[in-house]
């Protein structure tokens, strides 16, 4: 853009010279005063004309030398930025190339992680996982036990201790069912489903129910833990064709339990504990009341009886002074009383003869 803005300052410049010139020659026609002839005037401008012509020149070439020397340092300069642009970008490029490659890997763990769902024994040890995880971040360590061992040989996969009781919790994870159900195109097949599905939630219902033995010392209920949310709602929450899951786990005392509402569940169950331990130690200390008004009771009648014996006792008190009183004055009237001795006959001195 400078070098066109300078040769249109050329351009103009010529321009500028012509005009004066004919304006000159203009006036030497006019002027008949002057002494010289046409062609040396004539020579005199173009002269005139080549001098300012070189002087324009020399200017041009200096203002295209600056304006050259501009552009070859702003065409440096921006060289230099784009090469530094161009660096960045082959650093981003390369980034994102590294971040692309961890997407795959990542990926390819998914899909292993989803492989190793369908297997039943791995899954049941991501619901272990999940729920061991959720305790320990809910509760103290001494507070809850994993794979906890009945006498029988059984184990629940944790317990959660509270109150002197143990609260027996399992994770279940019905995952093909509920994906089968999910993948139901028509609601026939929607409901054939979710008829499967609920079997097998029920048989997994069965299972949790035989883990509440309050004979070793587990509350009456049990925790079926299911670590999906939208599983949980499928199974227990979601009413549908009049079936009710809900009452079919309290026959068989068990809680269905989710990741959030666990902990919540194990908060009730433990003020249920403690409300039982206060209802205990109101009826022990009932029974405490019950046993001293008893010994009270027994205390009075015998506090009773021994006045009952006092009262006796100084009955026969007052009756046994009467009756010494008596004998004294019985006593004392003998003592002044003179009795007259009887007569007393002669006893023979000699012995009687004998009959010879």
Known sequence: MEIVAAAAFLFAGLALVAVAIFARGGRTHADPSEGRSSPELLQAQVAELARATTASLGELRTEVQRTLGVAEERMTTQATATGRALTDLARQLGELSARSERIGELARDVGSLHDLLKVPQPRGGFGELMLERLLADSLPAEAFALQHTF?????VDAIVRSGGRIVPIDAKFPLEAFQALLAAKTDDERRAKRKLFLQQVKRHVDAVGRYVRPDEGTVDIAFLYVPAEQVHYEAFVALEDGDDMRAYCAQHRVVPVSPNTLVAYLHLV??????LAIEERSRDLHEHVRRAALDLERFRDLYDQLGRHIENASKKFTESRRALKGATDAVETLGQTQ????????????????DE
């Open 339 to 354: 009795l007259a001795a009887p007569a007393q006959g002669t006893l023979p001195l000699e012995p009687p003869e004998k």
């Open 270 to 275: 433990a003020l249920g504990l403690r409300g």
């Open 151 to 155: 006498r029988d040989g059984q184990r």
